[in-house]
């Protein structure tokens, strides 16, 4: 296969014993052994790789193409049994922009050299991206001109644009701004026909020509719109009631609203996690970042007014609204010194003496059970110091310690730890593993003081130690069980838990991934979310842009064999711990 595929394809193949072992694993705790790993010089590459898998589907049967960047992705979507496609190496680099926007809308479709980004205008709105081009780089780029794309998620110093595509990321800043799907403006994506075609919103007029094509392209259009159209109604009672999600296709928005006339195929594209097609391009808006924030702490030991207080928040507007629990804060003490990695000697004294409250708080055995961060921001200090005032009058009836932070550093400190739970637990927790399969449930915050014990006591039943953290203000939460891997029921117990949490979940008509995705590991799951009617759109939506099933097999649309089944996460858990690193 790698001799066939070398005939056409200009960047590297790799079936090193060390590199297929690399990338069997991603964030997740599934393990899956790839034959093949490709690195893309350009979308000639792409393009030409999907051609010969297309007509060779035949001669190797279970062939598919797994598009991958930074692999940090926590639910099995970056792993595959067959050819890894991973842009990371050469693939990284901006396309275009920024640019003003009235210069790109409708998007101009000659791709623009760039030779240096101070070559752009002084007030950009959008950039164009390659999917392997990591978020800590393309952050630097955008920072230089006070712009953002503010759905990066707590991994950004990790991630690729590609994947945050794929998984329709969102983050600490996501209840502001909502997630990745509202930022995508255009992509170029390879389809199941070998052919890159640019997808942006349509209005009704350009629909219409669009589906009278008469081609692949022209079919895909007519084929998704005939199946909305015919399943409106169920399509939107299917609809999560919850403020962000990610799990299944996210068929209720690729038709706008009357007002808005649109139809954008990107909307099931992005969080897709590259089962539709390939991006080989993805061009972003962007949005002037705020130049002050404060972070307001709110130290609960009682969960019962929990909903009532994220209701009283929210009326104020933050732009974050993050937690942790008590677990979470201790792990971080236990931990302590991987806070004061790089911060240097007069740092490292600041952060120490910053957590002096904290330590005398565990001492006295006082610990919160949640600790609660409300971010404000702005281009004014006062206005956001007002705000965070106003906050702390608000919730006085609450009777709960409140702490405005006085600096940047002393809010870092809250921050650091909400951001780093999950990697101190994985390095640091000495026969146990990390496990996460139940690591991004979502529920509205309403039904918070109820769900929350009773998530508690389902975990109870198993003695599991857990973490759980996350953005309270869109009521998800990531919860990481740690689990002894070589325990013969292992898989057994992740099954049965897997299954009492989405139940819970649906109970409160919540989503059993909002930000993470399906992958491998919720993928079995999907029925029970949307039920039989919505699966079998999901599996329609499938074949009408991959009847051959060459794109990532196995997520969102089960494969017996091959991945979307409760048999298949028992037999791909992996035994032994294994670091990601930036591939």
């Not at 990371?88 to 396309?95: G, I, V």
């Not at 499938?542 to 017996?560: C, R, Y």
Request: glycine share 8%; with cysteine.
């Amino acid at each position: 296969m790698k001799e066939e595929i070398l005939k056409f394809f200009k960047g590297d193949a790799d079936d090193s014993e060390e590199t297929l072992v690399k990338y069997s694993h991603d964030a997740s705790l599934l393990e899956v052994r790839p034959k093949l790993v490709l690195f893309p010089c350009d979308s000639e590459d792409v393009k030409n790789l999907v051609k010969w898998v297309s007509e060779n589907k035949e001669k190797y049967p279970d062939l598919s193409i797994t598009a991958r960047c930074a692999g940090t992705d926590m639910s099995g979507g970056a792993i595959g049994e067959s050819i890894i496609l991973n842009f990371t190496r050469y693939m990284n680099k901006l396309a275009g922009g920024p640019l003003p926007m009235d210069d790109v809308w409708p998007i101009n479709t000659k791709k623009k050299k760039v030779t240096s980004f101070m070559n752009y205008p002084l007030v950009p709105s959008y950039i164009t991206a390659e999917p392997g081009m990591f978020y800590r780089d393309f952050e630097k780029i955008t920072s230089e001109k006070g712009l953002i794309l503010p759905c990066f998620t707590a991994s950004k110093s990790l991630n690729a644009i590609g994947g945050m595509f794929g998984n329709n990321s969102a983050g600490e800043r996501t209840l502001k701004y909502g997630q990745m799907e509202n930022f995508v403006l255009s992509a170029k994506v390879v389809l199941a026909d070998g052919n890159e075609y640019l997808v942006k919103p349509l209005n009704r007029n350009e629909l219409e020509k669009k589906m009278k094509q008469g081609n692949f392209e022209g079919d895909i259009y007519k084929n998704i719109f005939d199946l909305i159209k015919n399943n409106k109604e169920e399509i939107q009672e299917a609809k999560p009631k919850v403020r962000k999600n990610s799990s299944g296709y996210y068929i209720w928005n690729v038709l706008g609203n009357q007002i808005e006339n649109s139809f954008d195929l990107n909307k099931l594209l992005v969080g897709s996690q590259g089962t539709l097609g390939i991006a080989t391009e993805i061009t972003l808006k962007l949005i002037p970042d705020n130049k002050h924030s404060k972070l307001v702490a709110i130290f609960m030991k009682d969960l019962e007014p929990l909903g009532r207080l994220v209701e009283e928040i929210l009326t104020l507007k933050p732009e974050t609204l993050e937690t942790y629990d008590d677990k979470t804060m201790k792990l971080a003490v236990r931990f302590f010194p991987d806070f004061l990695k790089n911060k240097g000697f007069f740092g490292m004294i600041k952060f120490i003496w910053s957590f002096l409250p904290e330590f005398f708080m565990m001492i006295m055995g006082g610990f919160p059970k949640l600790i609660i961060l409300a971010g404000f921001a702005g281009d004014d200090e006062k206005s956001v110091n007002d705000k965070c005032i106003e906050l702390e009058e608000s919730i006085a009836n609450f009777k709960l310690k409140v702490h405005i932070t006085k600096s940047e550093a002393e809010a870092d400190k809250y921050l650091d730890i909400r951001r780093e739970s999950f990697a101190l637990l994985r390095k640091h927790v000495r026969g146990m593993r990390t496990a996460p399969f139940i690591d991004d449930i979502i529920v509205r915050p309403e039904f918070l003081p109820k769900f929350i014990p009773e998530l508690n006591n389902i975990l109870g039943k198993y003695k599991l130690t857990y973490t759980l953290a996350g953005h309270i203000g869109d009521g998800n939460f990531h919860v990481i069980p740690l689990m002894d891997f070589k325990r013969k029921d292992t898989a057994k117990i992740i099954l049965e838990l897997g299954e009492a949490v989405y139940d819970l979940v649906v109970k409160y008509h919540g989503s059993i991934t909002a930000e993470h995705n399906d992958g491998l590991i919720r993928t079995p799951y999907l029925r029970k979310m949307y039920g039989n009617e919505i699966v079998r759109i999901f599996e329609k939506v499938k074949e009408i842009f991959d009847s051959k099933n060459i794109f990532n097999t196995g997520k969102k649309i089960a494969t017996q064999n091959l991945g979307g089944t409760k048999e298949y996460i028992a037999s791909h858990i992996a035994v032994e711990h294994r670091t990601v690193h930036k591939v």
